[in-house]
């Protein structure tokens, strides 16, 4: 179970920390329907998979959707982003831990 406080880093958006150690971090994030992932880059290499819902991704200057079951790695420093098409949750992976998230 994890301690970490659920937060809300954009409209519709809430992410919750599940697990972490130095190396890997692994987090939750629910969408609303419409709500949107901003297009963002970061150093880590993460993976997403999609538990549920259905989401149009952003990933350099590709495009494609996602749906429940699908998992895809985005590589360390791409520009990438979603939106939510049908509600539902994404858990994220990310080596090492995003510090910015604790």
Partial sequence: ????????????????????????????????????????????????????GRFTFFLGNESFEVKQGDSFVIPSGAKHGCDCLEAGRLIDCFTPRRDDFL
């Avoid at 992410?15 to 692994?26: F, G, I, K, T, W």
């Avoid at 629910?30 to 297009?39: C, H, N, P």
């Fill in 1 to 52: 179970m994890s301690s970490f406080p659920v937060v809300f880093p954009d409209t519709g958006v809430a992410r919750q920390v599940l697990a972490d150690s130095p190396e890997l971090m692994v987090v939750s994030f629910r969408f609303e329907t419409g709500a949107k992932g901003a297009l963002h880059h970061h150093p880590h290499v993460q993976s997403t998979y999609c538990e549920s």
